[in-house]
């Protein structure tokens, strides 16, 4: 019967009732759980509160298939992309842009926005599946002569992220791959001579200056994605339109280096800078490729997988009043955060004191130890505090913080200064918000043709 109901569902343009789907969950009947299944795997987010709901329920067949369901669709958003359709016929430039902000809750913003020709000028785009966010706005800038401005100037009260589109033909080679878009940046050939000192009593000549030969690439992911790089690019095939092989072999491992055992803060605390609220989860780093001795002018072929580790908030975070949180514990799934006994005071001259303490084990991403090439960055973990705790003021608006200082017991208990931004210094924050995190490691494909030989 719940086969029939999704069936007839989807036939008439309406969505299964996810609530009802779930209690079929714990139905005797086989069939019935596994049509009811499949029904919630394809409503996918919409699908979660319900899920989420289950949690609480007596039943403890139920508890368990929700709550396995849940894990699976919660792990498949980090991979599944935001699908927009487009279909239209001479429409404004304004009210495709509107189009697709309302499909997907991101928002889009042209500039400047006062400019009337994007109610006059017109475009037609139209294709005939479902595309990804970043596919869809990449067909839009084709039609539209658009480009996606990153960099565009925040107003500083500015507390969600905004694709700022603007006039120009300026195109990236770009490659999509679910909610991800790898860009290529730039590529650059430079060869160095050290004229420093020579030690005149090296038993060995120095080294010959090599040419240095890389395209820095950029990954985005989508607003509601949290992304850092899990090592170098896996399986690079690059060859120039002579056919060469512009793969470098392999860095040789550091066995000189440190001990890598994190701090004893945990490699889920770190100090320096948090990213601002708002802003789009974005990697950069350089793909080292080999010159050869005669160099073509194209890279024919360039691609690969760039491992990435993938972090998404759950949508029901533990909210802590800071005004009554003196002296109080505070417990979700994954940490505890306990406020001193004095009364909470933070301003941007005041850290706000935690003593943190993590309830399970982290999530395991396996972390790649392939060694790195010179100049590429570090892995850092995508499980930070940084990431997982939100200070907002009376209206809800994250501010800006960072980690002032962390020390950490052998118990694991850590006592986490927490500094507020000069950039939000007239804030006035009132509440902690504590997320648990679905956390993954993936490795994204790309794959670029012709590209100009620096």
């Keep these: 019967m719940t086969a029939i109901m999704v069936i007839l569902a989807l036939f008439l343009g309406a969505e299964p009732d996810p609530v009802s789907l779930v209690t079929k969950l714990a139905d005797p009947s086989t069939v019935e759980r596994n049509a009811a299944t499949t029904a919630l795997e394809t409503l996918g987010r919409a699908a979660i509160p319900a899920l989420r709901a289950a949690k609480g329920s007596k039943d403890a067949e139920l508890r368990r298939r929700a709550a396995d369901l849940l894990e699976k669709i919660e792990t498949g958003l980090l991979i599944r992309p935001t699908l927009v359709s487009l279909d239209f016929q001479d429409h404004p430039v304004a009210e495709v842009v509107q189009s697709i902000s309302q499909q997907t809750g991101f928002r889009l913003s042209l500039e400047p926005v006062d400019d009337p020709s994007w109610q006059t000028v017109r475009i037609s785009l139209r294709e005939p599946r479902p ?20 960099a565009f100037p925040r107003p500083p009260d500015e507390r969600t992220a905004i694709f700022h589109l603007q006039d120009g033909g300026l195109v990236f080679p770009k490659c999509f791959s679910g909610p991800f878009r790898v860009s290529l940046l730039s590529a650059h050939r430079r060869h ?51 056919d060469q092989d512009l793969v470098p072999p392999p860095p040789a491992p550091d066995n000189d280096a440190d001990d890598p055992t994190p701090d004893a803060s945990g490699p889920w605390i770190e100090r320096g800078p948090s990213s601002v609220p708002g802003t789009l989860s974005i990697v950069q780093f350089p793909i080292l490729l080999r010159t050869p001795e005669r160099p073509g002018t194209t890279i024919e072929r360039l691609e690969g997988f760039i491992p990435l580790q993938v972090a998404l908030r759950r949508p029901d975070p533990l909210v802590i009043a800071l005004a009554d949180a003196a002296g109080k514990s505070f417990v979700d799934a994954d ?69 002032k200082d962390v020390q950490t017991d052998d118990q694991g208990e850590s006592r986490v200064l927490c500094a507020l931004s000069i950039r939000d210094a007239k804030a006035q924050p009132t509440h902690l ?17 012709k590209i100009p030989m620096p």
């Design 131 to 150: 595309l990804s966010f970043w596919e869809a706005l990449d067909r839009l800038g084709t039609a539209g002569r658009l480009r996606h401005n990153p």
């Design 192 to 242: 160095d001579v050290d004229f420093g000192p020579k030690e005149l009593d090296a038993e060995e000549p120095a080294a010959p200056q090599l040419e240095r030969f890389e395209v820095v690439t950029q990954v985005f992911a989508e607003p509601h994605l949290i992304i850092t790089l899990n090592g170098p690019p896996k399986e690079l095939k690059a060859r120039d339109d002579f």
């Design 335 to 403: 940490i505890s955060v306990r406020f001193p006994d004095a009364k909470v005071e933070f301003d941007v001259r005041t850290p706000l004191e935690l003593i943190v303490t993590r309830q399970t084990r982290a999530d395991t991403i396996t972390t790649d130890d392939t060694p790195l090439p010179g100049d590429f960055p570090a892995v850092r973990p995508v499980d930070t505090l940084q990431n997982r705790l939100d200070i907002v003021d009376a209206k809800g608006a994250p501010l800006q913080w960072a980690v």
């Design 433 to 449: 918000r504590v997320y648990s995190l679905v956390m993954g490691a993936i490795e994204v494909p790309f794959k670029f043709s």
